[in-house]
T-cell receptor, first 114, second 118 residues
Framework: DAGVIQSPRHEVTEMGQEVTLRCKPI?????LFWYRQTMMRGLELLIY????????DSGMPEDRFSAKMPNASFSTLKIQPSEPRDSAVYFC????????????FGEGSRLTVL | AQTVTQSQPEMSVQEAETVTLSCTYD???????LFWYKQPPSRQMILVIR??????QNATENRFSVNFQKAAKSFSLKISDSQLGDTAMYFC???????????????FGKGTKLSVIP
């Protein structure tokens, strides 16, 4: 199994630009999560999906953030326009409906907004 | 809402020694999971050990074991025979299992940075 795949691994952009982060969950997993990690706030849940449907987006900080899951094997997190305070590591994770409960994480996308 | 507290921002341990990382949590739920995740410098989040709240027996995985005290809402991680590769951030995490709002998502503590000294 390839695990959760995220791209890009690193992204450097200028303030005001659009950023799109991508995630491919583990095949067969029903849940997909987007987390953000910063030194100040630690790991925060932004949004999660169950069977491609957004269940809880209360952690999405502003309207500048949006997430989609058009099918079971792909999700995007978009920031438009980006700001320096969006600089963070963004993790995608997936989880199966059966099994032992844990989330499997991708390697994260480090975003730097100048 | 659930909260997870890790009171030790940083710890160090000599190679081959034993170290215990603390975690407490606050919840009104009765059915939940607890996890310890490891994040080495590569930043990959790796599951170390899990505990189901209904199980009284403490989970163990090789050199890693937990002390789960449900009444006290405490979930500490013990690492025996520490190795250099154990150097990482360690996160305690809580997951509610009851269907409904907030279920099946992880709530993380702020983490403990562990350094294993040769």
């Amino acid at each position: 199994d390839a695990g959760v795949i995220q791209s890009p691994r690193h992204e450097v952009t200028e303030m005001g630009q659009e950023v799109t982060l991508r995630c491919k969950p583990i095949s067969g997993h029903d849940y997909l999560f987007w987390y953000r990690q910063t030194m100040m706030r630690g790991l925060e849940l932004l949004i999660y999906f169950n069977n491609n449907v957004p269940i809880d987006d209360s952690g999405m900080p502003e309207d500048r953030f949006s997430a989609k899951m058009p099918n079971a094997s792909f999700s995007t997190l978009k920031i438009q326009p980006s700001e320096p305070r969006d600089s963070a590591v963004y993790f995608c994770a997936s989880r199966g409906d059966r099994g032992t409960g844990e989330l499997f994480f991708g390697e994260g996308s480090r975003l730097t907004v100048l | 809402a659930q909260t997870v507290t890790q009171s030790q921002p940083e710890m160090s341990v000599q190679e081959a020694e034993t170290v215990t990382l603390s975690c407490t949590y606050d919840t009104s739920e009765n059915n939940y999971y607890l996890f310890w995740y490891k994040q080495p410098p590569s930043r990959q989040m790796i599951l170390v050990i899990r505990q189901e709240a209904y199980k009284q027996q403490n989970a163990t995985e090789n050199r890693f074991s937990v002390n789960f005290q449900k009444a006290a809402k405490s979930f500490s991680l013990k690492i025996s025979d520490s190795q250099l590769g154990d150097t990482a951030m360690y996160f305690c995490a809580f997951m509610k299992r009851r269907p409904g709002a907030g279920s099946y998502q992880l709530t993380f503590g702020k983490g403990t940075k562990l350094s294993v000294i040769p």
